[in-house]
Nanobody, 121 residues
Framework: QVQLVESGGRLVQPGGSLRLSCVAS????????MAWFRQDTGKERELVAS???????NYKDSVKGRFTISRDNAKNTVYLQMNTLKVEDTAVYYC???????????????WGKGTLVTVSS
């Protein structure tokens, strides 16, 4: 069964850095474009960064130059390096397949529990 486990979130001061990790199991990781999403309280989940199977990356405008997405296919893991963090980056961060969430056999979208990033002084 598909499982996504995010980690690395914590409280950090503005200007600080964090590295998030997401391990995917139950999927053929290397053939999937992957992405990081985030959702703040009361807001829609949004795409933050994506990485294709060949390593091409794309970013939401507000994080360009500050965030870097990468992947390690040998470890079934996608990373998000976040630098120069801002208060508005506060959210729960999730990973998933980039363009269509992983699904169960029954057709239900699979999401992990996410990891909470809080940027505050």
């Amino acid at each position: 069964q598909v499982q996504l486990v995010e980690s690395g979130g914590r409280l950090v001061q503005p200007g600080g850095s964090l590295r998030l990790s997401c391990v995917a199991s139950g999927v053929i990781f290397s053939i999937n474009d992957m992405a990081w999403f985030r959702q703040d309280t009361g807001k829609e989940r949004e795409l933050v960064a994506s990485i294709t199977t060949t390593g091409t990356t794309n970013y939401k405008d507000s994080v360009k130059g500050r965030f870097t997405i990468s992947r390690d296919n040998a470890k079934n893991t996608v990373y998000l390096q976040m630098n120069t963090l801002k208060v508005e980056d506060t959210a729960v961060y999730y990973c998933n397949r980039a363009w269509l969430p992983f699904r169960t056999v029954g057709g239900t979208d699979v999401w992990g529990k996410g990891t909470l990033v809080t940027v505050s002084s």
